[in-house]
């Protein structure tokens, strides 16, 4: 009788962390807008040496 309310306690708790995970993991689709951006370079002013 112990071990089968270890075994019931185990899947029990394996069920709940795996409810977690996937309410957390929704994240919904990513964005389509946005992203890289060009990066400006300023002109050498002839300083670098």
Avoid: C, E, Q, Y
């Amino acid at each position: 009788m112990r071990f089968a309310r270890r075994l019931i306690s185990a899947f029990i708790m394996t069920i709940a962390a795996a409810g977690a995970i996937r309410v957390k993991g929704k994240g919904g689709t990513p964005p389509r807008h946005g992203g890289w951006r060009p990066v400006r370079i300023p002109p050498n002013d002839g300083d670098a040496k």
